[in-house]
T-cell receptor, first 112, second 113 residues
């Protein structure tokens, strides 16, 4: 699986858009980009995934560059409850099962 | 659905004792994962099962660790004998075939003294 690079920490004001970058310059053609987050003392939570097109769901938007070497997770109107560690994961499907390998992630703090 | 259920939520044991962590995946999910999380190493994948069969156990630290999935609704992670360095939060996750996201349980916080 391709390696990802994320900033260690970020801050964002409540109500503003939080933009979390991820670099995955060695991504291969069959690898998807996944985002998970982990709120303190809880298990990780799936947010969104994408292959090459931009994606949006009720939680966030995912913007993937045309060369697929980087992506940005956007939380459009951040709230205090969005304070968490955000993980960017790149992986391919292996034998039908999903093998997620988590890096260190970005610790996002939403400030009032 | 109650989500992925792990038990116990907290476990304190003495070094050398056997520890068994339990997981009930979401009904209908056919992939199950065991992770370990520590401050030093972050989230580590220990093993995952597909249709109750272990697919990749390369993350299991050593022979003291073993995992089983006797049926689609139950899995165990056993440590025997336990050591202080095994202290961590252990997460179980499950995923449905064709779904993109995995669902994680609340974790078991293990402390070995």
């Amino acid at each position: 699986d391709a390696k990802t690079t994320q900033p260690t920490s970020m801050d964002c004001a409540e109500g503003r858009a939080a933009n979390l970058p991820c670099n995955h310059s060695t991504i291969s053609g069959n690898e998807y980009v996944y985002w998970y987050r982990q709120i303190h003392s809880q298990g990780p939570q799936y947010i969104i995934h994408g292959l090459k097109n931009n994606e949006t769901n009720e939680m966030a938007s995912l913007i993937i560059t045309e060369d697929r070497k980087s992506s940005t997770l956007i939380l459009p109107h951040a709230t205090l409850r969005d304070t968490a560690v955000y993980y960017c994961i790149v992986r391919s499907i292996i034998q039908g099962a999903q093998k997620l390998v988590f890096g260190q992630g970005t610790r996002l703090t939403i400030n009032p | 659905d109650a989500g992925v259920i792990q038990s116990p939520r907290h476990e304190v044991t003495e070094m050398g004792q056997e520890v068994t962590l339990r997981c009930k995946p979401i009904s209908g999910h056919n992939s199950l994962f065991w992770y370990r999380q520590t401050m030093m190493r972050g989230l580590e994948l220990l093993i995952y099962f597909n249709n109750n069969v272990p697919i990749d156990d390369s993350g299991m630290p050593e022979d003291r660790f073993s995992a089983k999935m006797p049926n689609a609704s139950f899995s165990t992670l056993k440590i025997q004998p336990s050591e202080p360095r095994d202290s961590a939060v252990y997460f179980c996750a499950s995923r449905e075939t064709g779904a993109w996201g995995a669902f994680f349980g609340q974790g078991t916080r293990l402390t070995v003294v």
